[in-house]
């Protein structure tokens, strides 16, 4: 596609619950990241990927979070047992081959809300 | 760690006045800057970036950003601005390292009244 598109767009569970957010990054981009913006906040690191790899998790907020991506395109951010306090908007980036700019690309975002 | 300030978290100004966006970012030896914009129910997209060189960097929009590294500052600046500019405005920075990750200040919400 023209640009990084995650899906759902909105999601809405109930506390416990588990949930799957997913990230289809720019044609060719090889660095994936994802991030999650609370309300009033800037967009905050959570996982950056090259290619398959998790290159960087440092950003993940405990072990409820996990997040994929096994072919090096389609990612997956996954959260177990879901608190009300994961409600956020989770924003996908992807950044090209042109390693200079440090350019990201962000997609619409997925609101996650949990009851 | 890093972290990039914004000063202001929300900045009225009218239509066709002159805005100025506030941003201090953490000196590293390598320091590259955004600014991204979010419009209502969007993602974020970049309006400039300052990687090297002139320190006044122009962007879409009409808007543009002057770096200082003695202030440690990137302040977003437009001379005239239009009720579509309406929306969240956020600058970054980026770590220095292999990554490219960013950090982002908490936003600046303009508002722009007819």
């Known amino acids: 596609g023209a640009g990084v598109s995650q899906t759902p767009s909105n999601k809405v569970t109930e506390k416990g619950k588990y949930v799957e957010l997913r990230c289809d990054p720019i044609s060719g981009h090889t660095a994936l990241y994802w991030y999650r913006q609370s309300l009033g906040q800037g967009p905050e690191f959570l996982i950056y990927?090259?290619?398959?790899?998790?290159?960087?998790d440092s950003g993940l907020p405990n072990d409820r979070f996990f997040a994929v991506r096994p072919e090096g395109s389609v990612s997956t951010l996954k959260i177990q047992r879901t608190e009300r306090g994961d409600s956020a908007v989770y924003l996908c980036a992807s950044r090209g081959p042109q390693t200079n700019t440090g350019e990201l690309f962000f997609g619409e975002g997925s609101r996650l809300t949990v009851l | 760690a890093q972290s990039v300030t914004q000063l202001d978290s929300q900045v009225p100004v009218f239509e066709e006045a002159p805005v100025e966006l506030r941003c201090n970012y953490s000196s590293s030896v390598s320091v590259y800057l955004f600014w991204y914009v979010q419009y209502p129910n969007q993602g974020l997209q970049l309006l400039l970036k300052?990687?090297?060189?002139?320190?006044l960097v122009k962007g879409i929009n009409g808007f543009e950003a002057e770096f200082n590294k003695s202030q440690t500052s990137f302040h977003l600046r437009k001379p005239s601005v239009h009720i579509s500019d309406t929306a969240e405005y956020f600058c970054?920075?980026?770590?220095?390292?292999?990554?490219?990750?960013?950090?982002f200040g908490k936003g600046t919400l303009l508002t722009v009244n007819p």
């Open positions: 970054a920075q980026n770590s220095g390292g292999s990554n490219y990750k960013l950090t």
């Open positions: 990927f090259q290619g398959t790899g998790a290159a960087d």
């Open positions: 300052y990687l090297s060189g002139s320190t």
